[in-house]
């Protein structure tokens, strides 16, 4: 089963920075695109940003566009979301998903299963 790992979430102040990681569990990463998701409290689950199995591609949400920078190192078989000048409304679980990274995040479609996900709370 492909199964992704998510970490490095936590609590910050507005305006910090926290990097996340999306490893894979028993398979290569390198030749799928791996998208980055989150849901906050009472809000349905919405893309973030992805990155192609190249990373010659990346897309972001509207919402953190210039302040999120995905990327990926395969030699680790992990991706990356470095998460910078974080806002309260950035609260949320954040997971990663196999995807087809073209078109607009809000059409990403993940297949296989999610994982665990990892909390990022921004105090307000």
């Known amino acids: 089963q492909l199964q992704l790992v998510e970490s490095g979430g936590g609590l910050v102040q507005p305006g910090e920075s926290l990097r996340l990681s999306c490893a894979a569990s028993?398979?290569?990463?390198?030749?799928?695109?791996i998208g980055w998701f989150r849901q906050a409290p009472g809000k349905e689950r919405e893309g973030v940003s992805c990155i192609s199995s190249s990373g010659g591609t990346t897309n972001y949400a509207d919402s953190v566009k210039g302040r999120f920078a995905i990327s990926r190192d395969n030699a680790k078989n992990t991706v990356y979301l470095q998460m910078n000048s974080l806002k309260p409304e950035d609260t949320a679980i954040y997971y990663c998903?196999?995807?087809?990274?073209?078109?607009?995040?809000?059409?990403?479609?993940?297949?296989?299963?999610w994982g665990q996900g990892t909390q990022v709370t921004v105090l307000s």
């Open positions: 028993g398979f290569s990463l390198d030749v799928y695109g």
């Open positions: 998903g196999l995807v087809h990274c073209s078109g607009h995040v809000s059409y990403l479609d993940p297949f296989g299963s």
